[in-house]
């Protein structure tokens, strides 16, 4: 990606830049879960700041890589805080820090949607990360849900647990 002079010293202006070690907060437009985003330079699409501050610190960021934050701090531009991770290391901070979502034992999830997760992930459309983000469970409660351990009896294809993945379809995927 090309980010010329103006694009770079105007992308810093937004920055609110302190300390070595402070966080460093995006001063322009926030999406509502409170990360930084701007546009890619020439009207490119709206990009997570962390990813351009990775890239113009670091170099090129692989499409299936994560910039996350070590700060926890989402509209953070710290270089210092941030490192990359795939979309697994994601879920697992999420869950570390406990923003994910846990299923209570005894919260009702209509059947039809455990029908409609198993048959997902059954057919391989999605994997059990990408279910986890849309259904807003945990990888824990997704795993369980479509390998048979919990709801058992409410239909839908059960996947037995660590089956392989087709390495064309699924490379980049470890679940
Ligand atoms: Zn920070």
Not at 7 to 30: A, P, T
Not at 91 to 114: C, Q, S, W, Y
Request: glycine share 8%; charged share 25%.
């Amino acid at each position: 990606m090309n980010f010329d002079e103006k694009y770079i010293e105007r992308f810093w202006e937004k920055v609110n830049i302190r300390g070595e070690d402070d966080c460093w907060e995006w001063l322009n437009y926030k999406s509502p879960d409170g990360y930084g985003r701007t546009r890619y330079p020439n009207g490119g699409n709206m990009t997570l700041t962390s990813r351009i501050v990775y890239i113009l610190t670091f170099g090129d960021v692989l499409d299936n890589m994560r910039v996350l934050h070590t700060c926890d701090n989402r509209g953070c531009c710290n270089p210092k805080h941030l490192f990359l991770g795939t979309q697994t290391d994601n879920i697992h901070d999420m869950e570390n820090k406990n923003r994910a979502v846990h299923l209570p034992e005894k919260k009702k999830i209509d059947k039809l949607t455990i029908v409609e997760i198993r048959n997902k992930y059954n057919k391989r459309i999605n994997t059990q990360q990408e279910l986890s983000l849309e259904y807003g469970l945990c990888l824990q409660c997704i795993r369980n849900m479509v390998i048979g351990k919990t709801h058992k009896n409410v239909g839908g294809p059960i996947t037995i647990a660590n089956r392989g993945f087709n390495q064309y379809n699924y490379k980049n995927r470890s679940i």
